[in-house]
């Protein structure tokens, strides 16, 4: 079984909103899960991490305020609410999980080399948004 599956992406204009989905097949103990996003030509890229235990979340900057990571309460779906889309947001977004002893370090795992820190990924979902 696929251990995380995304899902909501699509096309938008700036100004939009989306909510990405990922549903979470694999129990790990103290997960960390994280979105991150990859544009063409450029390298992945982290955008926001929680903690399953007390549900601290991290962003980075330019995401900061327009973006909202959540978890629902049986720790099986991690979202991604997007509000204030730009076209430098347009992406394939990606889900990842990894185990954490606490929430500093999984907020250090935002930061990074993606593929290094998180060692299970998702297939991606796209997002475009349209000037």
């Known amino acids: 079984q696929v251990p995380l599956v995304e899902s909501g992406g699509g096309s938008v204009q700036a100004g939009g909103s989306l909510k990405l989905s990922c549903e979470v097949h694999k129990y790990i103990d103290s997960a960390c899960l994280g979105w991150f996003r990859q544009a063409p030509g450029k390298e992945r890229e982290g955008v926001a991490t929680?903690?399953?235990?007390?549900?601290?979340?991290t962003y980075v900057d330019a995401v900061m305020g327009r973006f909202t990571i959540s978890l629902d309460s049986t720790g099986s779906t991690v979202y991604l609410q997007m509000n204030g889309l730009k076209p430098d947001d347009t992406a394939m977004y990606y889900c990842?999980?990894?185990?954490?002893?606490?929430?500093?370090?999984?907020?250090?795992?935002?930061?990074?080399?993606?593929?290094?820190?998180?060692?299970?990924w998702g297939q991606g979902t796209q997002v475009t948004v349209s000037a």
């Open positions: 929680i903690y399953a235990r007390g549900a601290s979340a």
């Open positions: 990842a999980l990894r185990s954490a002893n606490n929430a500093m370090t999984c907020a250090a795992a935002l930061r990074g080399r993606p593929e290094r820190n998180f060692p299970i």
